[in-house]
Every structure is written in C-alpha cells, then in structure tokens.
C-alpha cells in the first residue's frame, strides 16, 4: 500500500515539475520575442540600458570591429585647462571604424573637440542613455580616411578639470560601416595631493631635491 502511494507521489511530482518546464519555456519564449533579453528577431545582440541610439548592432554574421582606447594624460592637476588625446586602435580584422564619439563628464568644464586630419569637422550633440542626457563630440572619417583594422587614430579635446580628488569615467565609443558600435569608459584621474619632496645637503654645503644631480 505504502509502495503504490510513493508511485503515486512520484507521479505526480513529475507531472508538476513537466507543468513547470513547459510554463518556463513559454515565459522564455515570449522574453526572447519581445526583446527582453537584448535580441531582435534572433540576429541581433542589443545590450540592455541603451537607447535605440545607443544598439550594439551586431549581426551574427556580420564583419564587425573591435577596438581599444587610450587617453592621455589621465593624470591630471585640478581646475586646470587640459587637451586630451584619445589614441583609437582598430583592434579587429574585418571591418573599418568610421566613426568615433566622446561624451561630456559633467564634472569637467568648457568641453571642446578638435579637427582631425582627413575626418570632417566634429559635430557636437546630445543624446540620452539611462535617463540622463549626455553632450557629445562625434567624428566622421572622410571617404578613404577610415580607421582599417590594425591602424590607429588620434582624438584630442580641451576640458577643464574638477577642483576635488576623483577618478572620472568618459564615455567613448567606435563604430563601423556595419552599425557595431563599441563602447570604452576610459578613467581620468584628478590629482590635488601635494608632492612631498626631500632636500638632502652635501658636506660642501649645497643641497639637491629628491633625485636632482
């Protein structure tokens, strides 16, 4: 008796949890058409939290870039006028970068872009990404002068630095012909700590500062 009632639990623990599967791929499903889940009609990766500005359209199998960027200098005094380079890198082997953008730190002031040769003149814009609203620098290759993969390009742009001790990100981004776009949060440093320095005399009655000869 007791044996028929353990069949009967067994059974209809496999019936619920059968229920349970069939409820969990339908729930899936529906995720997966609607979007949720940053893919559109099967072939296109979306990262969640962009605007529709914002997609990293990426088809399956599509060429596409890749990147790296570097800014110089990310050290820097506070309230200060500096230029910056950002030193872009095409990184990948089937696609040129034909577009770069950088956006505003609102914590930096007097946010201006620069003329690259062989690049038509910066406009500047605004867009929003999480709900807030960002101003932006953006460069469009002239035909010819793209960034091909293995090359590099350099950005520059003049922004006054903040009067407190903070590492900030900027918000960078490429983009190639295909509409991948690549996103980079390169950090620049804001250094208001006072050098310590130390004087050491000789027996002849001079002295030096730190390492000077």
């Known amino acids: 008796m007791k044996l028929r009632e353990c069949l009967k639990d067994k059974k209809g623990v496999a019936k619920v949890s059968i229920t349970i599967l069939i409820l969990i791929g339908v ?25 529709e500005d914002h ?13 790296e960027i570097t800014v110089t ?10 230029t910056f380079t950002a030193h872009v890198e095409n990184t990948g082997n089937d696609a040129d970068i034909h577009e770069f953008r950088v956006y505003e730190n609102d914590e930096f002031f007097n946010f201006v ?5 062989g690049w038509f003149p910066p406009s500047v814009g605004h867009t929003t990404i999480n709900g807030t ?17 293995g090359e590099t390009e350099d950005f520059t742009f003049d922004a006054d630095t ?52």
């Open 113 to 117: 872009c620069n003329n690259v040769t």
């Open 162 to 213: 903040p009067d407190t001790e903070c590492c900030r990100k900027w918000f960078m981004e490429t983009r190639d012909p295909e509409g991948t776009y690549i996103f980079h949060e390169p950090e620049i440093c804001v250094d208001t700590t006072d050098p310590e320095t130390t004087k050491s005399f000789s027996p002849e009655g001079t002295y030096k500062i730190d390492g000077e000869e």
């Open 73 to 82: 200098p990310s050290i820097v005094p506070q309230t200060t006028g500096v």
């Open 133 to 149: 609203i960002y101003k932006y620098c953006q460069w469009n290759a002239q035909p010819g002068n793209e960034i091909g993969p």
């Open 55 to 67: 997609q990293f359209g990426m088809m399956a199998n599509d060429p596409h870039h890749d990147s």
């Open 27 to 51: 729930i899936f499903s529906i995720f997966f058409v609607s979007g949720v889940f940053g893919v559109e009609d099967g072939e296109i990766i979306i990262p969640e939290g962009f605007s």
